[in-house]
């Protein structure tokens, strides 16, 4: 189990290699006594594994390293073949016994969330936030396998794709370590930046809060309410018309509704869970030393972190201790990667 298997609660910042950017986030914060549901990581070893046995991805790899950025009918071609091919190949069956096993010591009558977690994702210098699969709700062995199959396979979608051939990662060393959380069902969901990622100030904490999954929102699906605190203190609310929310299904799965009227426009958060989640959003960013891009979720009274990565956007903070009438420039660009 421990080759292909790995509990939050023994995860930190040497395991990147084993668990991914998204993994090793959730283990350290984790360990940091952070709410954070519980749960493990199918390491990287356990897809160099699954793609051993296959006879045909020495040659996709050949393919794909003659791919440029731009090229994108032969991208989706050649990146379709590869994920139906990866669909095809079995899991073997140690793979099989661990991921089963670490599945009965979380609590085999729970559900999950099941979230990719590539070796080059959630970094400082770069954001492959969103490029693979996610699965909530998954529930039982079965379900879960192919859950982990699927996440394997979208390390080769068309953005995946592109996007290291635009940035030079060498696709045979990025590789995919696949979360396994129990799932939370929240009343509401959201974002969090602790540095506003819109004017760049670094002591405004920044909430988007809908109703429901936090899915909708990152997908786009929805508007979400926007909260700003600032100092402690309640800066702005503009409060979204909410049409839509992703909520979970009993048998698995998830389903999309239409919110009822007298809904829609209700505050998603109350005042006091605003201060007390950009409270918890700024005790994050001190343990990590750098501002973060939280995804969180309330339920039952209670704040979850289901992620947090680096903000990558923002101009880098100007160094101490410069030669006096020596000028500096410092530019911002606005765009976050997720």
């Given at each position: ?73 032969e991208i989706a071609v ?88 635009k940035n030079g990662f ?169």
């Open positions: 189990m421990d080759v292909y298997v790995l509990d939050f609660g023994r995860i930190d910042k040497g395991d990147l290699p084993l668990v991914g950017g998204k993994g090793t986030n959730l283990g350290e914060l984790s360990r940091a006594g952070f709410p954070v549901p519980s749960g493990f990581c199918v390491t990287t070893e356990a897809y160099r594994a699954f793609l051993e046995q296959s006879g045909e991805m020495a040659g996709f790899f050949k393919q794909l390293d003659g791919i440029k950025a731009d090229d994108l009918q050649l990146g379709k073949s590869i994920r139906d091919h990866l669909l095809s190949v079995p899991i073997p069956e140690a793979v099989r016994s661990a991921v089963a096993s670490g599945l009965r010591h979380s609590g085999s009558e729970y559900a999950y969330a099941v979230r990719s977690s590539a070796t080059a994702e959630d970094l400082p210098s770069a954001s492959f936030a969103g490029q693979q699969d996610t699965y909530l709700n998954v529930r039982g062995e079965e379900q879960l396998l192919q859950a982990v199959r699927h996440c394997w396979a979208s390390l080769f979608t068309d953005r995946a794709i592109s996007y290291r051939a060498d696709h045979r060393a990025v590789r995919l370590s696949v979360v396994v959380q129990r799932m939370v069902f929240p009343e509401v969901s959201g974002i969090m930046f602790t540095a506003d990622p819109v004017s760049g100030h670094r002591h405004t904490v920044s909430i988007d809060a809908s109703f429901g999954l936090g899915e909708a929102l990152v997908s786009g699906l929805v508007s979400a309410d926007l909260y700003q605190v600032r100092s402690g203190q309640l800066l702005s609310k503009k409060i979204a018309r909410k049409k839509l929310a992703i909520y979970s299904l009993p048998e698995g799965g998830t389903t999309t509704k239409e919110l009822p009227g007298e809904m829609q426009e209700r505050q998603a958060l109350g005042d006091p869970q605003i201060l007390e989640l950009a409270a918890l959003g700024e005790r994050i960013e001190r343990h990590y030393g750098s501002d973060q891009d939280i995804e969180w979720c309330y339920e039952q009274g209670r704040f979850y972190i289901v992620q947090s990565r680096p903000i990558t956007s923002l101009y880098p903070v100007p160094q101490t201790g410069m030669k006096p009438g020596k000028a500096r420039t410092c530019s911002s660009r606005s765009a976050i990667s997720r």
